[in-house]
């Protein structure tokens, strides 16, 4: 790839890391009310648009994020009684988490309270645009994961450290 093509992904990529500052911004302040931090929404969020219990690695996974940064999230959220931990019938340590009903109602909440947001992006990008970026975010999220696969241990990236 020339310069060019190098410059474009540098750009997408630094764009990417300003707009995910963005949201985490409005995130705080948006489910604030709600009695939530981005990183709590994260984690509800993650269980609740999951078909199943999920455990902390399995969160972490999916999010790309640390397994000790989204367990310390979750041993805040059950502390607020937001989600339980219950037996994993598929594995003798690794706990299942369940949203409460608490946990559910802070999540649809915090989840209307950021539709006037998502209205304002929808309204000033498009909603075709909005799922080509989708798209090509997760085309990119791919061709990482194909890259690191392919690479020795030594090569594979550092996880991100803080959620919390």
């Known amino acids: 790839m020339g310069d060019n093509g ?18 985490v911004d409005a995130g705080n302040e948006l489910v604030r009310p709600a009695g939530l931090t981005t990183a709590w929404w994260q984690v509800l969020g993650a269980l609740g648009y999951s078909p199943h219990p999920l455990p902390v690695s399995h969160i972490a996974r999916n999010m ?27 594995h003798q340590r690794a706990k299942l988490i369940v949203l409460t009903p608490a946990g559910r109602d802070a999540l649809i909440r915090a989840e209307q309270a950021v539709v006037p947001i998502d209205t304002a992006i929808l309204d000033h990008v498009g909603a075709d ?14 061709a990482m994961t194909n890259y690191f696969a392919s690479q020795s241990p030594a090569a594979k990236p550092i996880e991100q450290e803080e959620l919390a």
């Open 6 to 23: 190098e410059l474009t992904v540098r750009d997408l990529a630094l764009a990417v890391f300003e707009t995910n500052g963005r949201l």
């Open 129 to 142: 645009r909005v799922a080509i970026a989708v798209a090509v975010l997760r085309e990119m999220n791919d």
């Open 64 to 90: 790309g994020l640390t397994r000790q940064a989204v367990q310390r999230v979750v041993d805040l959220l059950v502390g607020h009684g937001l989600v339980v931990m219950e037996a994993n019938p598929h």
